[in-house]
């Protein structure tokens, strides 16, 4: 008898232990803040430069009834929105390119 009982408890103890390292791997967790470089997030896109000074970034549009078009701008430390995608065109990409 103690040994039935013994053996159930060590099989809900697996169990239990599974399921929790399984809850771990797979619960949320807590927001990064956001990468350096291009992104998109919110229906926006973004340059997040990480260093201390200005730089000349450029972007390539997709353009979907015209041909692509690059363009270059400034940007500053931090955040930058860089553009809005719309239903004609989108940023596909933007990479630093030099100092301005």
Known sequence: ????????A???????????????????????AAPCGFYTDAGR????????????IRMHWDNFLAPDVEEEMCVGP????????NSLKRITGAWYVGLC
């Open 78 to 85: 931090g955040k930058t929105q860089i553009g809005t995608p």
């Open 45 to 56: 896109h973004w340059y997040d430069h990480c260093g201390p000074t200005n730089v000349r």
């Open 1 to 8: 008898m103690k040994s039935a009982v013994l053996k159930k």
């Open 10 to 32: 060590m099989v809900t103890a697996v169990a239990t232990a599974s399921i929790g390292a399984g809850l771990a791997v797979a619960s949320p967790g807590i927001a990064s």
